[in-house]
Structure formats: structure tokens, C-alpha cells
């Protein structure tokens, strides 16, 4: 399976990718130059793509003004495709503009001139569902997120906006961890829409998912997990690092790539995992 971003075509999905999550936090002081510095260090540690989003927590709306500045930096110094994360109508028209290569938003597209700068682009649109009130678990959240993703997917390709173009994010914040486990587990539900499908693991934005953020073994697990679901293509996380090189360890297990058609990052991912194992090694023999 291929994506075509603007200026990246034919970005292949044969098998699952990390992208390194970005929050710019509420009072985040930090300059564009040292936010490029955190994106370049996920490239290295096996990122294929990068998002830029705001943090909305402890009830304080993030600055989304210093979003396009930010993405600005990145899209001029990166060659990955880089996407923003958010509901703001001007930061996702403006992002449009720059040439993001995909906007991960909820409601961000029931606007029309946000419709109208999709069309003319070639930016791809991965939809998410997210209830503003706390989720009751005798909802069946495979239903509540097939419903959203049946109305959406319409609405695009009504307006114009081709499958291709779509990517459907099942992961959801306000519904109890029972809840979610069990919509983990049920992933392969999606699979009717013949879409890929991106996981956030844990979701860090606009609201933090502080039950896997909080369990890290327990993220990690979820995320192989979800890597071995054929229709889910990438992995969204701050924990790059961890999660390219658990990935990396189950695809060289199952030879889920072709073994002479290896890319540049899964290389990488090796290259990580042989030098972690030299750094235990190191620390087990001083021991």
C-alpha cells in the first residue's frame, strides 16, 4: 500500500511506520530551531514522519498561533512529510497551504473553506473521533467510531476528496480503559472500510492519554499489537525510540519485510537494536 503526499509520492505503507508525536504545550517556550532538534533526534531513532500538535490540558487551551511558525521551520529543514494535529480552522487551512503532507483532525473539516483548501490539495486526511463528554461503557465503541468514520468518509468524497486520501485513527481518549482495551482488541472490526488505519499510542494531543502515557510497557505491548494488524500502517507516539525498536524486533521476527527490499529506517531500526544490545551487554559485564 502507497500514500501520496505533497512532495513525497508513492510514501510506501508495506508495513508499519512511527510518527514521532510533537506537543507544544501551553506556555512552550521553546524556539522552532530546538523543536527541529526534536524532530531530527525521532528521524534518527526511526520516525518516518513527524506531527505537530497543541496540548489542551489542565483546562487551559494550547497556543495554536505558534503552530504554522513551527511547521514552517520543519517543512523548510525536513525531508519527511510532516502533519499537524488540530481543530482549528485557520491553522489547518494555513497548514494546508504550506504543503503539510496530512491534517489529524476531529471536527476540523466540517468546515467549508477548510473543504475547499483539501480539494485543491494533495494533503491527506486522517480522521479521529473524540466525545467532549466521558464515553458510558455500554457503548460499543466500534459502533460509536464506525458511525463517525461512515459520516465523514461521505461528507469527503461528496466534496470531492478521494479515498486515497483518507486514513481513519480509531483511538479515542474519553471512554474508561476497559473500554479502549476492548476497542484494541476489535481493531480488525475497521477493516470494511478498506482504509489504513493510524494509531495513537499513547495520544498525546490535544488531550493526553495519561492511562498508556502513564504505563509504558503496557503502550509498547498495545503498539506491537496493533502492528500486526495488516490495515494499521502507522504508529503515532513520543516514544519513539522504544517503539521503533519493539516494532523493529517483530518485524525482523516475523519477516514482515521482504528481506531484499529492506528501507533506509527499517536498516535503522536494526542499527538501534544492535547498538542497544552492545550498551546491555557493556552494562552487564562491568556488573
Known amino acids: 500500500m502507497k500514500l501520496s503526499f505533497p512532495g513525497h509520492?508513492?510514501?510506501?505503507?508495506?508495513?508499519?511506520?512511527?510518527?514521532?508525536?510533537?506537543?507544544?504545550?501551553?506556555?512552550?517556550?521553546?524556539?522552532?530551531?530546538?523543536?527541529?532538534?526534536?524532530?531530527?533526534?525521532?528521524?534518527?531513532?526511526?520516525?518516518?514522519?513527524?506531527?505537530?500538535?497543541?496540548?489542551?490540558?489542565?483546562?487551559?487551551?494550547?497556543?495554536?498561533?505558534?503552530?504554522?511558525?513551527?511547521?514552517?521551520h520543519l517543512l523548510s529543514h525536513l525531508e519527511v512529510p510532516v502533519a499537524v494535529c488540530s481543530e482549528n480552522k485557520a491553522v489547518l487551512i494555513n497548514a494546508i497551504k504550506l504543503g503539510v503532507a496530512m491534517v489529524i483532525t476531529c471536527n476540523g473539516i466540517k468546515s467549508m473553506q477548510v473543504l475547499s483548501a483539501l480539494k485543491e490539495s494533495k494533503t491527506v486526511i486522517c480522521l479521529h473521533a473524540e466525545s467532549k463528554d466521558p464515553i458510558d461503557d455500554d457503548v460499543d465503541l466500534v459502533s460509536y467510531l464506525s458511525e463517525f468514520f461512515y459520516t465523514n468518509i461521505d461528507m469527503l468524497l461528496n466534496r470531492g476528496i478521494p479515498r486515497k486520501r483518507i486514513i481513519l485513527d480509531p483511538s479515542i481518549i474519553n471512554a474508561s480503559e476497559?473500554?479502549?482495551?476492548?476497542?484494541?482488541?476489535?481493531?480488525?472490526?475497521?477493516?470494511?472500510?478498506?482504509?489504513?488505519?493510524?494509531?495513537?499510542?499513547?495520544?498525546?494531543?490535544?488531550?493526553?492519554?495519561?492511562?498508556?502515557?502513564?504505563?509504558?510497557?503496557?503502550?509498547?505491548?498495545?503498539?506491537?499489537?496493533?502492528?500486526?494488524?495488516?490495515?494499521?500502517?502507522?504508529?503515532?507516539?513520543?516514544?519513539?525510540?522504544?517503539?521503533?525498536?519493539?516494532?523493529?524486533?517483530?518485524?525482523?521476527?516475523?519477516?514482515?519485510?521482504?528481506?531484499?527490499?529492506?528501507?533506509?529506517?527499517?536498516?535503522?531500526?536494526?542499527r538501534t537494536i544492535r547498538d542497544s544490545l552492545r550498551l546491555m551487554r557493556k552494562g552487564f559485564i562491568k556488573k
Open 9 to 72: 509520492k508513492n510514501f510506501d505503507l508495506s508495513f508499519t511506520k512511527i510518527m514521532g508525536t510533537i506537543t507544544l504545550d501551553f506556555d512552550d517556550k521553546r524556539e522552532p530551531a530546538e523543536i527541529l532538534s526534536e524532530a531530527e533526534e525521532f528521524i534518527k531513532d526511526g520516525a518516518e514522519f513527524i506531527e505537530i500538535g497543541v496540548s489542551h490540558e489542565r483546562g487551559q487551551r494550547g497556543n495554536e498561533s505558534c503552530v504554522i511558525t513551527v511547521l514552517e
Open 178 to 270: 476497559k473500554g479502549r482495551m476492548h476497542l484494541l482488541g476489535r481493531l480488525e472490526s475497521f477493516k470494511s472500510f478498506a482504509l489504513p488505519m493510524c494509531i495513537a499510542m499513547p495520544r498525546l494531543i490535544p488531550y493526553a492519554d495519561h492511562f498508556l502515557s502513564d504505563n509504558k510497557t503496557l503502550s509498547l505491548t498495545a503498539s506491537l499489537f496493533c502492528s500486526r494488524i495488516n490495515e494499521v500502517k502507522i504508529i503515532r507516539t513520543q516514544d519513539v525510540s522504544d517503539a521503533s525498536m519493539a516494532i523493529g524486533f517483530w518485524q525482523l521476527m516475523t519477516i514482515k519485510t521482504r528481506p531484499y527490499r529492506l528501507s533506509k529506517v527499517f536498516v535503522r531500526r536494526l
